[in-house]
């Protein structure tokens, strides 16, 4: 009887229709991988290539290169954020197997500075433009400053939502099997970020009009979005330290400003932040 009855189980398993395999998802950073987990779920679980470190430079491992070419779908801010994987992406086996989250559809862009961006943005030369951004910084120090697309986009919520919608898509045209729980998972994670723009939105309130001065510029998104006033940053870029006459400068003008608030860098040196502050500001915090 035990027999027959085995048989009979493993030929209705060979019948059955075997169950679509979920896209394996490689992201740039921390912010969109948290973006593709959700809307991913329990089907799987996208990977990172840089966890934590400077997103706007880093050399790729054999390893993630590896993963690289073998992910059925890869997810990026786009060159303007991670240069070094620009060209890694070029040379990805396969058409459409990339997806820069900066070109999607519904994406709200400005130039740093807050001004709305005007435009479209090269891709040819954003590993370029960088690399000089970051020599100039070295050699000038406080006389150069970040221009062009900003490309912390994520930092709206408005910008989050919309990458939801388009990762949830993206995911069920990639594995129809499964689409139904994309769309979905997508659809609650908007709710809950719809939940928390509302609180922050009612927390920051108060703070409105209350400066502050953060360690690089790399918030503008999120300023605007909140109706914040940021007096500026320690760094004008992301690779450098900033030279000593703009810390001078910028703490000249802390108290002028009115400024309540420094957040400097966590990592590796938080002591800048103070230096530019010099005791003006009402208060130091820890920052990204």
Known sequence: MKRPALTALLLSALASPSLAEVPKVVTDIPPVQSLVAQVMGDLGSPSVLLEQGNAHSYQLKPSQAAALQEADLVLWIGPEMTPW??????????????????????????????KPHVGGHDHDHAHEDHDHDAHDHAEEGEDHHHEGLDPHAWLSPVNAGTWLTLIGSELARRDPEHGATYIANAAQARLRLATLDAQLMADLAPLKGRPFVTFHDAYGYFTAHYGLTSAGSVSMGDAA????????????????????????????????????????????????
Request: aromatic share 2%.
């Open 85 to 114: 994987l620009d060209r890694a992406i070029d040379g990805l086996q396969g058409p459409g197997k990339a997806l820069a989250l900066l070109d999607a559809p519904g994406t709200l862009l400005q130039d740093f500075g807050g």
């Open 241 to 288: 330290d900033p030279g000593a006459a703009h810390l001078r400068d910028l703490r000249d003008s802390l108290s002028a400003k009115g400024v309540v608030c420094a957040f400097p860098r966590g990592e590796p040196r938080p002591e800048t932040g103070r230096d530019a502050a010099g005791g003006n500001a009402g208060e130091t915090r820890r920052g990204a």
